[in-house]
Every structure is written in structure tokens, then in C-alpha cells.
């Protein structure tokens, strides 16, 4: 069991970090991007079905969506092995969110 919490916390801790670092590059991106049409590309990567991870990394998404708005950035989530359960309807319990994420980003 405590090898289990430690891969949940060094997988929160990796998320964190990945999303730092994304806000740090799309902070630069933001006065120069690099499309010519001033679109900001961000990805982002999902690989665990630790809930705190997949709610951050959709946290991420809305934040950035908020910041430069809907026509602003493209953001593509990458997800495979346990992340992927974030999108199967039976076992996420992020729905809701992934729903309003649809109707008012166009995700």
C-alpha cells in the first residue's frame, strides 16, 4: 500500500510539473506564437486514473481556455494506459466536467 501512495503522489507531482511548465511556455507563447495565425498550441499528457491527476489535467484545460479564449489555443490531450479510463463512461467520475468542457470550449 505504500508503494501505491507513492505512485499516486509522484504522479500528482509529475502532473503539477508537466502543467508548470506548460503555463510557463504558454506564457511565452502568448506574445509570441509560434502558428502565424497567433493560435496557441498546448498538449497535454495523461497516463494515470488517480483522480486527482485527471481532475488536475482537466483544471489545466479550463484554465487555459479561460486565459486566451476558445478561438485562441488548440489543446490536445494525450492519454494512454490507466489515463485513458478517464473517458470511459462506466469508470470516470469526471463526466460533468468533460460535458461542460464540450459544450462550452468545444473540446
Avoid: C
Avoid at 30 to 56: I, Y
Amino acid at each position: 500500500m505504500v508503494s501505491m501512495n507513492r505512485r499516486s503522489v509522484m504522479s500528482l507531482g509529475l502532473a503539477t510539473l508537466g502543467a508548470w511548465l506548460v503555463r510557463s511556455s504558454v506564457g511565452h507563447a502568448a506574445t509570441e506564437p509560434k502558428s502565424g495565425d497567433g493560435l496557441h498550441q498546448v498538449a497535454l499528457h495523461l497516463n494515470s486514473d488517480d483522480e486527482r491527476v485527471q481532475k488536475g489535467a482537466l483544471s489545466n484545460i479550463k484554465n487555459l481556455y479561460e486565459e486566451f479564449g476558445p478561438g485562441k489555443v488548440k489543446i490536445e490531450l494525450i492519454t494512454n494506459g490507466p489515463g485513458v479510463k478517464l473517458f470511459v463512461k462506466k469508470e470516470t467520475k469526471f463526466a460533468e466536467e468533460l460535458v461542460l468542457l464540450k459544450t462550452k470550449y468545444g473540446v
